[in-house]
């Protein structure tokens, strides 16, 4: 970055226009532990949009959406491991957690990150693969329990991970589940699965976690402020 050729970008303005926590996971998703790295407003608008909107937070909505319309709002408990793809989520996640830590230790942030977005993909292809609208049509009710278990429960794995980059978004997913006991936002949690207990409700309608940008307005946003 140079200010004689007009490419200096401050995090107060991204913070300001985008959040806190959204230029945290930014900058370290992408900036590796002491080394050079490249911004720029498009990688910056696309990390929003396609990480932050598509992946994760239309997880959230997808998962509170069919718990409040399956099951009125109330998260089922754990049965084990109804579905064929319940083991395989289980074991793929455990295993992603483990490589966390240790990517955390060793500060390599960027690479945590990433296996964190790991488990993300995987519990949006577990919902593809378990198909909870054919199990609603086919009367399978054991299974479908099962299946919204399973995402609420890796939904709370992944808002534990990022609460040391994204706080603010980690206490929002654990409002929105109605996940309040400290016992259960604990790091020494995160490889159990039975944990969550009845009578645990999520909210009736959350808010968006991330709202979808229009890349090439904010492009020019930035670039605008970039020049000053």
Known sequence: MS????????????????????TRYFLLREFSFGQDAVFSPEGFIERFNFDLCNDLGNLLNRTIGMINKYFG????????QINGSDKTLEEETIKRIKSVEEQFE????????????????????????TSP????????TEELESVMYH????????????????????NKILEQLGIEDKELISW??????????????????????????????????????MKK
């Open 106 to 129: 060793s500060y390599h942030i960027n690479t945590a990150l990433e296996e964190i977005w790991k488990i993300i993909s995987m519990t949006n292809k577990y919902i593809d693969e």
């Open 133 to 140: 609208w054919v199990l609603v049509k086919e009367d399978k």
């Open 188 to 225: 020494e949690t995160l490889e159990k699965y039975d944990l969550l207990k009845e009578n645990i409700k999520v909210i009736e309608k959350g808010e968006p976690l991330f709202v979808r940008l229009d890349m090439e307005e904010e492009v020019n946003a930035i670039k605008e402020r």
């Open 73 to 80: 709002g109330a998260i089922p408990k754990y049965k084990g």
């Open 151 to 170: 995402l609420t429960e890796n939904l709370r794995k992944v808002a534990i991970m990022l609460k040391p980059v994204m706080e603010e978004t980690s």
């Open 3 to 22: 200010k004689s050729k007009g490419n200096v970008v401050y995090p107060e303005m991204l913070i300001e226009r985008y959040g806190l926590d959204s």
